[in-house]
């Protein structure tokens, strides 16, 4: 096991595609010579050439564009998006070519392309460098939708997705890229945990709180608070949200009989709602009390200096664990 940040431990995880696979390339505005706003490309370009790590123009649409042809061609590229907010001119790539070819195709046509995002708020950055854009993705189908929250996983899990024959989009919560963690790089790939699977990172047995990217540390800080009060909160990481895993979920459902779920992203029709009713469909008659959410709220991304007031934080989740056992 080897110490690094998560920034470093996804670059160890694409340096490690690179070399084991001549087919896979990475693509993107600056991922090349700089490295990558966050440096979570640095040095490839320089260890694998120009031809295996490629810096496009300004122009989102084109790469992914570009990424669907290789792939349709034998290759397996891996395209970054430098920021959330400027995904949407690759949207329509996205959603009409990249999700659909292989039903198109009945099977005949795979497209193994990882689109990473760095996402969320918290580095007081500018608009369109905030956003929280998951939702539209998981609600395209034909598109796998995961996201890490930690150094471990993100050195495990960018490397699964490339490995996927299925297009992955691939979040990554960008005011954790510094925050490091211990990295399982000696571990056999045939023993690290799947990458669609949720997470059970602290157990408890009075209420569960199920969060993932950004949203896991604080709640595994609310966790810890809670304690003051005599409370064991129980804490799910999902990992994966298309597909969803909720058999973790429910089972800790079953036994703690509260939940609140939290993500940054606005609350109406965000992964909060899902979970809220499958989970109310399946533990109706375990739950003690409504489901709740924390999220942020249905506006714009705020600017910096609001943006606290606009994130999910401990006080929020804690008021809502309060308001949960008020029931």
Not at 17 to 28: F, Y
Not at 248 to 260: D, F, H, K, W
């Amino acid at each position: 096991m080897t110490s690094m940040s998560l920034a470093k431990a996804l670059n160890a995880g694409l340096r490690n595609t690179l070399d084991t696979d001549s087919k896979t390339l990475i693509m993107g505005e600056d991922v090349g010579r700089l490295g990558g706003v966050f440096r979570v490309t640095d040095g490839l370009q320089k260890d694998f050439g120009e031809h295996r790590v490629i810096d496009t123009p300004l122009a989102e649409s084109g790469i992914i564009g570009t990424a669907i042809g290789l792939a349709m061609r034998g290759y397996r590229p891996i395209c970054e998006i430098q920021f959330d907010g400027f995904v949407y001119p690759a949207y329509d790539q996205i959603v009409s070519q990249l999700a659909k070819i292989h039903y198109r195709s009945q099977g005949q046509v795979k497209l193994p392309v990882v689109i990473r995002i760095p996402y969320g708020g918290g580095i007081g950055a500018v608009e369109h460098h905030s956003e929280s854009p998951e939702a539209y993705f998981v609600h395209t189908a034909g598109l796998k939708v995961v996201t890490c929250s930690n150094p471990a996983d993100g050195y495990t899990m960018i490397q699964q997705a490339v490995a996927s024959d299925d297009p992955v989009i691939f979040f990554e919560p960008k005011r954790r890229y510094w925050e490091k963690g211990e990295v399982p790089d000696d571990v056999p790939a045939a023993d690290w945990y799947p990458l669609h699977a949720a997470r059970v990172v602290r157990p408890g047995t009075d209420a569960t709180l199920v969060g993932y990217g950004p949203m896991v540390r604080t709640l595994l800080e609310s966790a810890e608070a809670a304690t003051e009060d005599g409370r064991d909160l129980e804490v799910i990481d999902l990992r994966t949200l298309s597909p969803l895993d909720l058999e973790a979920v429910y089972a800790s459902v079953e036994r703690t009989g509260r939940l609140i779920v939290v993500h940054e992203a606005p609350g109406t029709l965000g992964m909060g709602a899902e979970i809220a009713a499958r989970v109310t469909e399946r533990c109706f008659y375990s739950l003690e009390a409504p489901v709740l959410r924390v999220t942020g709220y249905d506006t714009p991304y705020p600017p910096s200096r609001l943006e606290d007031d606009y994130l999910p934080d401990l006080d929020r989740v804690l008021d809502a664990v309060d308001r949960s056992f008020g029931f």
